[in-house]
């Protein structure tokens, strides 16, 4: 970002993302808590996957991708950015990002919900009328 002198789109988010991590890490002193946080940051990345059509010209795997294929070539980014006009290009970016939205989302709300067994045993009133 610095010797290019140009905006990345990826090194922006990897450091917004570790800026994140820095600060809930300084805030949350509780080991246990380390473990919650890394779900919150994914699902907020999910979340921020999902939502970002909304606010840019682009989905978020457009950019993505455009970083990894073309290296920052100029050529390159010109060749993939006229990748765009094409309609079956502009599906595979939607769906690519919608996929990996959903599927980061949903993973950490299933990893950082708390399990049947643990609900329970934490109201003792359904415990015993589980137990019979």
């Known amino acids: 970002m610095v010797l290019s002198r140009r ?5 922006v988010i990897v450091l ?8 809930t890490s300084s805030i949350f002193s509780d080991p246990r808590l380390f473990l919650v946080e890394e779900s919150v940051e994914t699902a907020l990345f999910g979340l921020i996957l999902l939502g970002a059509p909304a606010v840019a ?6 950019y993505f991708g455009r970083r ?3 290296g920052g070539a100029p050529a390159r980014i010109q060749w993939w950015n006229g990748l765009w ?3 079956g290009f502009r599906r595979t970016q939607v769906v690519l990002t919608a996929v990996w939205g959903i599927v980061l ?6 990893v950082a919900a708390p399990k049947p067994h ?7 009133t359904l ?3 589980w137990a019979g």
């Open 57 to 62: 010209p682009h989905p978020l795997m457009f």
């Open 127 to 129: 415990r015993c009328r």
């Open 7 to 11: 905006v990345d789109e990826f090194s």
């Open 118 to 124: 643990e609900w329970l045993a934490q109201r003792p």
């Open 85 to 87: 006009r094409y309609a």
């Open 68 to 70: 990894f294929a073309t």
């Open 16 to 23: 917004a993302f570790l800026a994140v991590g820095v600060v």
């Open 105 to 110: 989302l949903r993973f950490q709300l299933a």
